[in-house]
């Protein structure tokens, strides 16, 4: 394990992925007191929001845990495209007796514009704070690292991992394509090489120094050792840990995660704005027919994707719902977060 992880304090190299929406914590400080680390995602959350999270958080563990911000370009407003869009929706929201929203905003703030974020974490000095979709500024990172913070950052291929350790982070989190939940790309306008997670790490090990932590797919004790062997240095889950008691998934999407869906996953732009594996479901299907290009900037689009999945609850519909999961997701489990770690723990003794 490699000096950053050994700062952690870590009896496994086991880290339960940050999924906003589904992570909290409860479920990160079962994992950090199981001897992995925990995380708890807050960027859908202003900097109150994640100050509760975080003191919530500290209040069931006394150990290290991980906090998720995004760092993606700020969305470009364009009342053209978001007002086609509601249109394209309407007859979605018409079949749950529901009307779209009048208008579509940008619902949370990017960690690169978000400074009331940077004081809370230099305030209350997490021990690990991880980014997702790119970087903020160096002097961001500078001011993270001078404060005694580890920090993590997603890539999904050389060039993003080359910045994150230019950038000085500690680790890169190398995210392969079959891993559930958003892709990190940086631009999302750029051309996506789609590398699985085997190609991608034994890339980034052979040309990057700083530690890499693979993520996509694992979803067993087996799965954790193979990423170990080619080089990685611990591995991320997150689809293991949706049916946690745990977790914040609702009944529609546990059903959904333990049903044929599973064996579907799918990569779609229309619940968010940006390309998110997702397990098969209404609004993964209503995607089959759109043109990318009509879907508004992420996160402006989410807030039609959330108010359309409230509307289809409201009336009895789960379909509608961004159930984010990974390709691994028929081997999910229903266990508490803290037995989960410890049968992977069992099952890496096994496969070692």
Known sequence: MSAVLKKLDLKLPIIQA????????AMAAAVSNAGALGSIGVGAVDAAGAREMIFATQ??????????VFCHKPAEADSKRETAWLSR?????????????????????????DDAMLDLFLELCP???????????????????????????????LSEAKQLEN?????VVAQGYEAGGHRGIFDPSATDDCLGLAAL??????????????????????????????????????TAFIDCPES??????????????????????????????????SFTALGRDIDPTEVPDYPIAYDAGKALNAAAKSAGEGGYGAQWAGQGAPLARSLPAAELIAQLGKEMEKAQ
């Open 201 to 238: 790490v034994r890339v980034l090990v052979s040309n990057v120094k700083v530690p890499i932590i693979a993520a996509g797919g694992i979803m067993d004790g087996a799965g954790i050792v193979a990423f170990l062997n080619l080089g990685a240095q611990a591995c991320q889950l997150g």
């Open 127 to 157: 021990k690990v704070v991880s980014f997702h979709f790119g970087l903020p500024s160096q002097t961001k990172i500078d001011r993270l690292k001078e404060a005694g913070i580890v920090l993590f950052g997603s890539a999904t291929n």
């Open 89 to 113: 929706l309407a007859p979605e929201f018409a079949n749950f007796n529901a009307q779209p929203p009048s208008k579509l905003q940008e619902i949370y703030k990017s960690f690169v514009e």
């Open 18 to 25: 940050p999924m906003a929406g589904v992570s909290t914590p």
């Open 167 to 171: 950038a000085g982070l500690d680790a």
């Open 59 to 68: 209040k069931l563990t006394d150990r290290p845990f991980n906090v998720n």
């Open 248 to 281: 914040s998934a609702d009944s529609y999407f546990r059903a959904t995660l333990h049903s044929e869906s599973a064996f579907h996953t799918v990569m779609t732009r229309v619940i968010s704005g940006r390309p998110a594996r997702c397990l098969a479901n």
